[in-house]
């Protein structure tokens, strides 16, 4: 059974940093293509950035050069720093594990339960 677990979300002031981490269990992670999405209030669930087990690397338009994903095959865990923080990033963050690596939500079939990341103005 896989399970993800998200952590490191919390509040921060524009400008600012966080960096989620994403533990995964029941898999073996080094053969997954690992994602973030996010998603606002009223709004849909939307990619965020991708990584695959050959190194591929998929940025949302909205996200290049602020946010960087990484993945650590040896602790199972893949990670989303994000710098710049902008109020627009407020969303519950999802970590997401899937054969392949893309952008597409459906690409992905297992999920973990989210954290709440919250940038002020």
């Known amino acids: 059974q896989v399970q993800l677990v998200e952590s490191g979300g919390g509040l921060v002031q524009a400008g600012g940093s966080l960096r989620l981490s994403c533990a995964a269990s029941g898999l073996t992670f080094s053969n997954y293509g690992m994602a973030w999405f996010r998603q606002a209030p009223g709004k849909e669930r939307e990619f965020v950035a991708s990584?695959?087990?050959?190194?591929?690397?998929y940025y949302a338009d909205s996200v290049k050069g602020r946010f960087t994903i990484s993945r650590d095959n040896a602790k199972n865990t893949v990670y989303l720093q994000m710098n710049s923080l902008k109020p627009e990033d407020t969303a519950v963050y999802y970590c997401?594990?899937?054969?392949?690596?893309?952008?597409?939500?459906?690409?992905?079939?297992?999920w973990g339960q989210g954290t709440q990341v919250t940038v002020s103005s």
């Open positions: 990584n695959g087990w050959s190194g591929a690397t």
């Open positions: 997401a594990a899937g054969f392949l690596v893309d952008t597409k939500r459906g690409s992905y079939h297992d």
